[in-house]
């Protein structure tokens, strides 16, 4: 079974500090691996999308890092910001179809100033 | 560019009504849709998806139903809502670039079933 498991749960970070979140996965065939940020109550917005080749990628602030030997990716996020308050939710595609999305449940991320 | 609306943006119901959430997106031809919904505490959850009008696949069997009507038009709709149909329902939409399909999503609706 497809599954994504991300951690941690929730976090609090003083602003200006930097944080990393994770995530581990078992999809197979992989595709490729997106993190979204979701602010509360509204959309999820895309940050990054990663194929099997890459292993690193950049959005600002924001870089996420892909080992698909071991199943597992991270989101660093640098100096943050009060903006980055959200829920960020790690999304691993599989190699066929269009219903193929396997959704984390996401880490609750709350800069504190 | 491409924009997507959803509407209502919050919505409350009595358990037994009938419901009937839109999804409109603009600046593209023949998107792929979808509806997912997201429970409080869970990941979003795949209900329904479309590559063209009138071609809906049902991902969940529940007592959710969608249509599309038109190529840039997808509703969600119940004839009878349930108490555990309360969530956070997105409409998301999604093009191939470079062998990924990313998917776009918009605002979302929030349903709270009493």
């Known amino acids: 079974k497809n599954q994504v498991e991300q951690s941690p749960q929730s976090l609090i970070i003083l602003e200006g500090k930097n944080c990393t979140l994770q995530?581990?996965?078992?999809?197979?065939?992989?595709?490729?691996l997106r993190w979204y940020k979701q602010d509360t109550g509204r959309g999820p917005v895309s940050l990054t999308i990663?194929?099997?080749?890459?292993n690193t990628k950049s959005n600002g602030r924001y870089t996420a890092t892909l080992d698909a030997d071991t199943k597992q990716s991270s989101l660093h996020i640098t100096a943050s910001q009060l903006s980055d308050s959200a829920s960020y939710i790690c999304?691993?595609?599989?190699?066929?179809?269009?219903?193929?999305?396997?959704f984390g449940k996401g880490t609750m991320l709350l800069v504190s100033p | 560019s491409q924009t997507i609306h959803q509407w209502p943006a919050t919505l409350v119901q009595p358990v037994g009504s009938p419901l009937s959430l839109e999804c409109t997106v603009e600046?593209?031809?023949?998107?792929?849709l979808y509806w997912y919904r997201q429970a409080a505490g869970r990941g979003l959850q795949l209900l329904f998806y479309?590559?063209?009008?009138?071609?809906i696949s049902s991902e969940v069997p529940q007592n959710l139903s969608a249509s599309r009507p038109q190529d840039r038009q997808f509703i969600l709709s119940s004839k009878k809502l349930l108490l555990s149909d309360s969530g956070f329902y997105l409409c998301?939409?999604?093009?191939?670039?470079?062998?990924?399909?990313?998917?776009?999503f918009g605002p979302g609706t929030r349903l709270t079933v009493l």
């Open positions: 998301a939409w999604s093009i191939t670039a470079g062998g990924v399909n990313e998917q776009f």
């Open positions: 995530c581990n996965y078992t999809v197979s065939p992989f595709s490729n």
């Open positions: 990663m194929t099997f080749s890459e």
């Open positions: 999304v691993v595609s599989a190699r066929s179809g269009y219903s193929t999305l396997t």
């Open positions: 600046g593209t031809s023949n998107p792929n």
């Open positions: 479309s590559v063209g009008i009138g071609q």
